[in-house]
């Protein structure tokens, strides 16, 4: 019995000697590992662009205080969600701006390991397009022009019935243009030309017109040798009009009907003329791409290719349907869904910033032109039509 007394006492001994030590080799420890300092909290002093920014499409950004320069550790909320962020310091967060859209969202920044939220600021997020005209229910948009004025000329086709063009203004008011012209069911391309004639293709090898204000059908202007295709059209500042197609050559066509061929095999859909260049977007062999070609009076240089539209888009059928271009350089390129609407900068890098808007695209784009109260509008693969929010100038359309 006394053993056992003698081990126990031992035993509580030899605990309470080890628990003594611990104590004093590591006081506070145990706590102090556990207590960690908040950071201040965040602070915003501003939103960029001043004044609001599309939705989906433009990058904002947030100037402030006590950000943090780890991108994963700051949190934007815009009504509510969170944004998707692109890079940040101390000072400044760049974002996408996403697809919400009105005129007094809230934005607040959270900081990982600061207590509170920043302050709310408003802001305004614009939609970049939306349905143009309130076409009928059985109504398809076609090809698209516009004009001087900032109207927009559009081949509707009603179901059962051929094309007829109409006239809308940047409101969305329309009038009947010109009626429906026997044996057309839908023009793939217009052009306003010299003396106020609207041109048109339909893909066979003919290029039509109307009368300078419409009211009447198109009259058949110009035809091409059997097996030319004209896809489309456009004018450069000398009034000659290059028609492209699926063809082995690119053709110029004089105001007094003369034509010249240059060399050229592929399937080109799509044709602009800007800063001296005759642009065309093509599928050749496999790939589509933007090529180029030098306009020197009524002769063409070799063709260049400009950009590769498959190389950017690995695994991905690209099918370019139509062209427009900014003042300043900027290439949209209609095409085929998913990638309705390419972007081409004057550096060459290619992106796709409408790819939110994709379900208004559809099945594509298929025709394009720009407006003078820098709108720019589209016709869709379904049938659709689209006022885009471009804030570009268009670079000039010739002859019209």
């Given at each position: 019995m006394k053993t056992s007394i003698r081990w126990w006492l031992s035993l509580l001994l030899l605990g309470a000697a080890l628990w003594s030590g611990c104590e004093n080799d590591k006081v506070g420890s145990l706590w102090e590992s556990y207590i960690i300092t908040p950071r201040p909290n965040p602070t915003i002093t501003g939103v960029a662009p001043a004044g609001g920014a599309l939705a989906a499409v433009d990058t904002l950004v947030i100037s402030g205080t006590n950000f943090s320069d780890v991108v994963t550790e700051n949190t934007v909320y815009?009504?509510?969600?969170?944004?998707?962020?692109?890079?940040?310091?101390?000072?400044?967060?760049?974002?996408?701006?996403?697809?919400?859209?009105?005129?007094?969202?809230?934005?607040?920044?959270?900081?990982?390991?600061?207590?509170?939220?920043?302050?709310?600021?408003?802001?305004?997020?614009?939609?970049?397009?939306?349905?143009?005209?309130?076409?009928?229910?059985?109504?398809?948009?076609?090809?698209?022009?516009?004009?001087?004025?900032?109207?927009?000329?559009?081949?509707?086709?009603?179901?059962?019935?051929?094309?007829?063009?109409?006239?809308?203004t940047p409101a969305g008011q329309r009038t009947e243009y010109?009626?429906?012209?026997?044996?057309?069911?839908?023009?793939?391309?217009l052009r306003l030309g010299p003396g106020g004639h609207l041109y048109a293709t339909r893909s066979i090898r003919a290029v039509h017109r109307f009368i300078p204000g419409g009211g009447s059908p198109a009259a058949l202007w110009t035809t091409f040798p059997v097996g030319v295709f004209a896809t489309d059209l456009d004018f450069d500042q000398n009034e000659n009009l290059w028609v492209v197609g699926n063809n082995r050559n690119i053709y110029l066509v004089k105001q007094d009907r003369t034509t010249k061929a240059f060399p050229f095999t592929g399937n080109v859909r799509a044709v602009r003329v800007f800063s001296g260049f005759l642009y065309f977007a093509s599928i050749t062999g496999t790939d589509a791409?933007?090529?180029?070609?030098?306009?020197?009076?009524?002769?063409?240089?070799?063709?260049?290719?400009?950009?590769?539209?498959?190389?950017?888009?690995?695994?991905?059928?690209?099918?370019?349907?139509?062209?427009?271009?900014s003042s300043d350089g900027f290439f949209y390129i209609g095409a085929n869904s998913p990638r309705s609407m390419i972007v081409v900068d004057p550096s060459r890098r290619i992106s796709t910033p409408y790819t939110a808007y994709t379900q208004l695209f559809s099945t594509g784009t298929l025709s394009l032109a720009a407006g003078t109260d820098k709108a720019l509008y589209a016709s869709t693969q379904s049938g659709g039509l689209l006022n885009v929010a471009w804030r570009k100038e268009s670079a000039p359309y010739y002859a019209r």
């Amino acid at each position: 019995m006394k053993t056992s007394i003698r081990w126990w006492l031992s035993l509580l001994l030899l605990g309470a000697a080890l628990w003594s030590g611990c104590e004093n080799d590591k006081v506070g420890s145990l706590w102090e590992s556990y207590i960690i300092t908040p950071r201040p909290n965040p602070t915003i002093t501003g939103v960029a662009p001043a004044g609001g920014a599309l939705a989906a499409v433009d990058t904002l950004v947030i100037s402030g205080t006590n950000f943090s320069d780890v991108v994963t550790e700051n949190t934007v909320y815009i009504g509510g969600a969170p944004a998707s962020l692109l890079s940040s310091t101390a000072t400044q967060i760049r974002l996408l701006s996403p697809l919400v859209t009105g005129s007094n969202i809230e934005i607040k920044v959270g900081v990982f390991r600061a207590e509170l939220f920043s302050n709310s600021v408003r802001y305004t997020l614009f939609p970049a397009m939306a349905s143009f005209g309130r076409l009928g229910p059985t109504e398809a948009a076609g090809a698209l022009a516009t004009d001087g004025r900032g109207n927009v000329y559009v081949s509707i086709k009603p179901e059962g019935a051929n094309a007829r063009i109409y006239r809308f203004t940047p409101a969305g008011q329309r009038t009947e243009y010109a009626p429906e012209t026997p044996g057309i069911p839908q023009w793939n391309s217009l052009r306003l030309g010299p003396g106020g004639h609207l041109y048109a293709t339909r893909s066979i090898r003919a290029v039509h017109r109307f009368i300078p204000g419409g009211g009447s059908p198109a009259a058949l202007w110009t035809t091409f040798p059997v097996g030319v295709f004209a896809t489309d059209l456009d004018f450069d500042q000398n009034e000659n009009l290059w028609v492209v197609g699926n063809n082995r050559n690119i053709y110029l066509v004089k105001q007094d009907r003369t034509t010249k061929a240059f060399p050229f095999t592929g399937n080109v859909r799509a044709v602009r003329v800007f800063s001296g260049f005759l642009y065309f977007a093509s599928i050749t062999g496999t790939d589509a791409q933007l090529w180029r070609a030098t306009i020197s009076g009524e002769n063409l240089g070799t063709p260049e290719v400009y950009v590769n539209l498959s190389a950017a888009f690995p695994g991905q059928t690209i099918v370019p349907t139509s062209l427009a271009v900014s003042s300043d350089g900027f290439f949209y390129i209609g095409a085929n869904s998913p990638r309705s609407m390419i972007v081409v900068d004057p550096s060459r890098r290619i992106s796709t910033p409408y790819t939110a808007y994709t379900q208004l695209f559809s099945t594509g784009t298929l025709s394009l032109a720009a407006g003078t109260d820098k709108a720019l509008y589209a016709s869709t693969q379904s049938g659709g039509l689209l006022n885009v929010a471009w804030r570009k100038e268009s670079a000039p359309y010739y002859a019209r």
